[in-house]
């Protein structure tokens, strides 16, 4: 049963991150105003966001890319942080876009990041 519950978590932690590169694509008016205007060229930082989430989501699901996929996603996050505080920075509230109190912001940078570049340092040790 453990094994089991390992391999959920290890695919459904792929799965988020293809689903959420794939959104890029299929939103990109839900992710553009969340980067930085003090970022050059935010298509182009959306349409490369979204390729290597969903790389790396695919990279967990093989046992042989899963350690590189692990840190690239570390890497990944790591890359976000600006984007967050921006978010907080506006308010947590994107006009026409994602608005949210701004504690949820603060959540989402201090708990909810840390926890998703734990679990992609443990996606990277798992075996199976």
């Not at 966001?49 to 699901?61: K, P, Y």
């Not at 690239?72 to 942080?81: H, K, N, P, Q, T």
Request: aromatic share 18%; hydrophobic share 55%; net charge positive.
């Amino acid at each position: 049963m453990k094994n089991v519950l390992k391999l959920i978590f290890l695919y459904g932690f792929g799965l988020f991150f293809i689903l959420a590169g794939a959104n890029h694509f299929l939103s990109p008016d839900f992710y553009l105003p969340l980067i930085p205007p003090y970022f050059p060229f935010p298509n182009q930082i959306n349409w490369i966001s979204g390729v290597v989430e969903v790389a790396l989501g695919i990279g967990l699901w093989i046992k042989s890319f899963r350690k590189y996929a692990s840190w690239g996603i570390v890497l990944l996050l790591l890359a976000f942080i600006p984007s967050h505080v921006y978010f907080i920075q506006v308010g947590s509230c994107i006009a026409g876009g994602l608005c949210v109190p701004v504690a949820l912001g603060w959540i989402r940078l201090l708990l909810i990041h840390p926890i998703l570049i734990f679990w992609a340092f443990w996606s990277g040790k798992q075996t199976g």
